[in-house]
């Protein structure tokens, strides 16, 4: 009789996992077509990663589970929300938890642990930041120090029926196809639909019907969307809702185990005017007489200091972790084919004769955990002011027409390529998070978090 033993580099197993290839991508940049000068980002990113540390290139990556670096025996997708970075979780455990941060700040292995709830990504601090970077004209490099083009920073401005552009940068293992999905309520908390990919290009050239990897580029893709014709941006931010309007569309790479990367892009919609019909009385020629007027003017209107506490529960599905049972069995009948794993590698092999006795390695995987988390968030702002007709914040455009888009948009030779070092970015250094204007515009808003 024939036996496999499970002591040795030869192993019988009925089931395998295919693994996928990490594929790391950061979204830093997003326009849409009713205003292209205003360039938004996927909530998470920092503009101050220079992406030349092995794990600190991908602190600001926006990672749909709660677990930062993962793969698939300890994924946790979570279908709504933000997602959580490396930045975020740290940032976290730094001002929060910071006996828990400098003990094991040093390993990367403090970003496998799944992180609490409130590691995610803030949503409200960060579209609140870019509101106010657009309010106070603030400009970016687009590619990082050696671009020499800067945009405007905001929120972008969609209509409906129009387009949206996400340009996205991989940091390993080459461009990948992202699909997008928008909610109207602007809280990534519910999706309205998926939204249809026009088309894809590398930086420099004009976006054309069709996306295949054969269009992108070798780090830099932008990926044109199609906004629905009857969308209805409702949603709204600030504690005086004075930031309204504004839709989520989150993007993400589905190809992945160690993912899905990918971010939420906030939008705001511009949309016609109110209107309201004014009746008053006037004098024409000496005769009284009476005037209907159409007013579509508003006028802003100062917001005292007001304290908001929001309650968040967010449901996550967690597989468990598989388990092995061995068993012994004999060979039923002919042809039988099992696997043995030899240094690691599957090897088909056939029994040989009927009632043969293998030993086999069975996985098998339990029941999926459902986890309820409750987060309780409180923001607290100065000096909100609602949009006027003249400010870059007011919500309405009375003719809602694309403009052109910026003439280049090529990145600089800046001679990046694929990370040296370990690909699973083992840094045994410091591990410093970037510390972006979004937390600095944070600390400035007054936002807290308990």
């Known amino acids: ?158 209509a409906a029926g129009r387009t949206l552009v996400v340009l996205t940068r991989a940091l390993r293992q080459g461009p990948r196809m992202i699909t997008a999905r928008i909610d109207y309520k602007g809280n990534a908390q519910t999706w309205t639909k998926q939204l249809k990919l026009l088309g894809c290009a590398p930086p420099g050239k004009v976006i054309t019907p069709g996306c295949s990897p054969a269009k992108f580029g070798k780090f830099y893709t932008k990926f044109k969307f199609q906004l629905p014709p009857n969308m209805d941006c409702r949603g709204a931010f600030g504690v005086n809702k004075g930031i309204k309007n504004i839709c989520m569309v989150r993007v993400q790479d589905a190809l992945s185990h160690k993912g899905p990367f990918g971010a939420c892009i906030p939008i705001q919609q511009k949309k016609p005017p109110a209107t309201r019909k004014v009746v008053r009385k006037t004098t024409v020629a000496g005769r009284a007489t009476t005037v209907t007027e159409i007013v579509t003017a508003a006028t802003p209107v100062p917001q005292p200091v007001t304290t908001s506490t929001t309650t968040i529960v967010e449901t996550i599905t967690q597989p468990p972790r598989p388990t092995v049972t061995v068993r012994v069995v004999k060979v039923p009948s002919l042809p039988y084919t099992y696997v043995i794993y030899v240094n690691g590698k599957a090897v088909p092999t056939k029994a040989t004769k009927v009632n043969q006795v293998i030993t086999e390695t069975v996985t098998v995987f339990g029941k999926p955990v459902v986890e309820t988390a409750t987060i309780i968030q409180k923001d607290e702002f100065e000096d909100e002011t609602g949009g006027d007709e003249g400010g870059d914040d007011n919500e309405t455009d009375p003719d809602l027409k694309d403009e052109a888009e910026d003439e280049d948009d090529t990145p600089p030779d800046d001679g990046d390529d694929e990370s040296s070092g370990d690909e699973n970015g083992d840094d045994e250094e410091d591990i410093e998070l970037d510390d972006d204007d979004d937390m600095n515009y944070a600390r400035k808003l007054r936002f807290l978090r308990d």
Request: net charge positive; with cysteine.
């Open 1 to 158: 009789m024939h036996f496999s033993t499970l002591l040795t580099t030869a192993t019988v197993a009925l089931f395998g996992l295919t693994e996928v290839a990490s594929g790391h991508m950061v979204v830093f940049d997003a326009w849409g077509s009713n205003r292209p000068k205003i360039h938004g980002y996927g909530l998470g990113f920092s503009q101050k990663n220079n992406r030349k540390k092995v794990f600190g290139r991908i602190l600001d990556v926006a990672v749909f589970d709660r677990t930062v670096l993962h793969d698939k025996n300890n994924a946790t997708y979570l279908n709504n929300g933000c997602g959580f970075s490396g930045n975020s979780v740290g940032y976290y455990y730094k001002t929060k938890k910071p006996a828990v941060w400098s003990s094991q700040k040093r390993k990367k292995f403090f970003f496998e642990r799944k992180s609490d709830p409130e590691g995610r990504i803030v949503v409200p601090r960060h579209v609140e930041a870019l509101s106010v970077q657009e309010r106070q004209g603030k400009s970016r490099k687009r590619y990082g120090p050696k671009d020499q083009h800067k945009v405007k920073t905001g929120i972008p401005k969609v």
